[in-house]
């Protein structure tokens, strides 16, 4: 079974953060502040995750 992750938004996205940091929140499928998903763990989705790692917290399952 492949690892994924839980990827929780916990700052605002929208608010004095540059655009593409926006998009990629969005992209994750993070919409507003809670919001909690889960996705494979794989480089392109870390990558993600380092752009925005100030407004989300991430969990390992």
Same mark, same amino acid.
């Given at each position: 079974?492949? /690892?994924?992750?839980?990827?929780?938004?916990? @700052?605002?996205?929208?608010?004095?953060?540059?655009?593409? /940091? %926006?998009? %990629?929140? @969005?992209?994750?499928? *993070?919409?507003? +502040?809670?919001?909690?998903? $889960?996705?494979p763990? !794989?480089?392109?989705i @870390?990558?993600? +995750?380092?752009?925005?790692?100030? *407004?989300?917290?991430? $969990? $390992? !399952?």
């Open positions: 079974m492949a /690892q994924s992750l839980k990827i929780k938004l916990v @700052r605002s996205a929208v608010a004095s953060v540059k655009k593409d /940091q %926006t998009a %990629t929140c @969005r992209a994750l499928g *993070l919409r507003k +502040i809670g919001d909690v998903v $889960e996705q763990d !794989n480089p392109s @870390r990558g993600m +995750i380092f752009k925005v790692k100030h *407004l989300v917290v991430v $969990e $390992e !399952n």
